[in-house]
């Protein structure tokens, strides 16, 4: 049984944003039978927004220790008075991942090394060279953390790679876990490859999954609820019905039929 059983947001209006958009406005009683849901939709129809809202409301942790006083979470805000949870079972930890969230962490930690390593040339001549190697273990937690926890800088990883490395770290015990378009980051069969871990979790963890992706690869998770959310409504689809499915697999198969006005 998920720990989440069911989610909506009861607010009668209708504008301004974000009350306007689609994945708000048809946010009615939404249910998670089974422990991987996916959210999935066009751009601009609210996912992301309906995720985030969520994810601000279980306080789950981001990838780089911040909370939601940042910017970028103000949508969600906004609807968090409205936003009704109907629980399966006592809540558990979880961990909240945005692709954007991961990039800025890649560079947070790409910059503070560069400014890092500034600060320990200056000191060169003046201090022991063993001492300014301690200071940089001690004062950058994040590449420390790298470290501890991967055995080589992140440069050592291709994005792909390093996204996935975090996402195990991370996904280490029962809990909640959302993730916004984790293909952002991971090829087709990195795609493949969070299939598998997320299978290899469940098999061993009482977790829950909701992701809101555009990919048809992470949909094939057997027995997963998608939830499908157009300018009309939000309803519950089986994989070869929704449009990404279908429309996907008909470039695929006569690609020059979309092709051609191109020429």
């Known amino acids: 049984m998920p ?49 985030e809202t969520l994810a601000f409301r279980l306080q789950l942790p981001h990838i780089d220790g911040s909370g939601y006083g940042k910017r970028g979470f103000e949508a969600a805000k906004s609807l968090l008075p409205f936003l009704e949870l109907c629980w399966g079972i006592e809540r558990s930890t979880g ?47 994040q590449l420390h953390h790298v470290r501890k926890h991967y055995g080589q800088e992140l440069q050592a990883f291709s994005h792909g790679e390093a996204y996935l490395q975090i996402m195990q770290q991370k996904i280490n015990q029962k809990g909640i876990y959302l993730l916004d378009e984790p293909e952002a980051a991971l090829s087709p069969s990195k795609q493949l490859s969070l299939l598998y871990f997320i299978h290899e979790h469940l098999e061993s963890h009482v977790s829950q999954f909701i992701i809101v992706t555009h990919a048809p690869i992470l949909m094939i998770y057997p027995g997963a609820t998608i939830y499908e959310v157009t300018t009309e409504a939000m309803h519950k689809v089986p994989l070869k019905e929704t449009e990404h499915h279908s429309l996907t697999k008909s470039i695929l198969n006569n690609p020059e039929a979309y092709l051609r006005f191109l020429r």
């Not at 190697?133 to 937690?141: C, G, I, P, R, V």
Request: proline letters at 6%; a negative charge.
């Open 95 to 141: 961990f909240f991942f945005r692709a954007e969230d991961f990039g800025d962490y890649l560079n947070s930690v790409e910059r503070e090394d560069i400014r890092l390593h500034q600060q320990l040339y200056d000191l060169e001549g003046e201090v022991p060279d063993h001492i300014i190697s301690a200071m940089k273990e001690s004062a950058n937690y």
């Open 3 to 51: 720990y989440l059983s069911s989610i909506q947001i009861k607010a009668e209006r209708k504008h301004p944003f974000p009350f306007d958009i689609p994945a708000v406005k048809f946010a009615k009683d939404i249910q998670f039978p089974t422990p991987v849901t996916f959210i999935i939709g066009d751009n601009g129809t609210g996912k992301s927004t309906l995720l």
